[in-house]
């Protein structure tokens, strides 16, 4: 079974500065779609960026990127610029499996 | 138009009641997804449907039974509540052979009294 792992349980940033958030996973698949999501206090659940694991290029969404190693199985998100509605919660995917979050503070 | 949409939204109890759960999703995926989410934010997958077909089942106490009447629908019906229920129950649906990510509905918060 894939698992999900984030050590991260909060992090904080300054606004418009950079941070990344740390994911490791486990499968024994060889072609998979890696996912981050958001959980803003409104619990809604927002997709912010995608991975497909045969791609070598990482991923990018406009402030949003990812650092994939396919071999390491480590799949971290950067955020640039973090603007306050970034805070949030922050979940990484693989096949239906979340980590167990990141809670991100924005500081003004 | 909801793509996908779980009633209720707030759902309050009492300690051995039976309550149901519903969610139905209209963009035509084919998997489907129930998870819990405690106090801690953690985000625990309870079962998956694909075609109506029960994929994953993971270890959660028999009270609980997800049912699938179409792939379109996938219901929860937990038997005799205890207090450690209470928490916001998400539906999600996906596309198997796609990597559009998971759409969730908007979740009902359970509360056991």
């Known amino acids: 079974a894939q698992t999900v792992t984030q050590s991260q349980p909060e992090m904080s940033v300054q606004e418009a500065e950079t941070v990344t958030l740390s994911c490791t996973y486990d499968t024994s698949e060889s072609d998979y779609y890696l996912f981050w999501y958001k959980q803003p206090p409104s619990r809604q659940m927002i997709l912010v960026i995608r991975?497909?694991?045969?791609?070598?290029q990482n991923a990018t969404e406009n402030r949003f990127s990812v650092n994939f190693q396919k071999a390491a199985k480590s799949f971290s998100l950067k955020i640039s610029d973090s603007q306050l509605g970034d805070a949030a919660m922050y979940f990484c995917?693989?096949?239906?499996?979340f980590g167990a979050g990141t809670r991100l503070t924005v500081k003004p | 138009d909801t793509a996908v949409s779980q009633t209720p939204k707030y759902l309050v109890t009492q300690m051995g009641n039976d309550k149901s759960i519903k969610c139905e999703q209209n963009l035509g995926h084919d998997t489907m997804y129930w998870y819990k989410q405690d106090s801690k934010k953690f985000l625990k997958i309870m079962f998956s449907y694909n075609n109506k077909e029960l994929i994953i089942n993971e270890t959660v106490p028999n009270r609980f039974s997800p049912k699938s009447p179409d792939k379109a629908h996938l219901n929860l019906h937990i038997n005799s509540l205890e207090l450690g229920d209470s928490a916001v129950y998400f539906c999600?649906?996906?596309?198997?052979?796609?990597?559009?990510?998971?759409?969730f509905g908007s979740g009902t918060r359970l509360t056991v009294v």
């Open positions: 999600a649906s996906s596309q198997a052979d796609r990597g559009n990510g998971y759409t």
């Open positions: 995917a693989l096949r239906g499996r």
């Open positions: 991975q497909e694991a045969y791609k070598q």
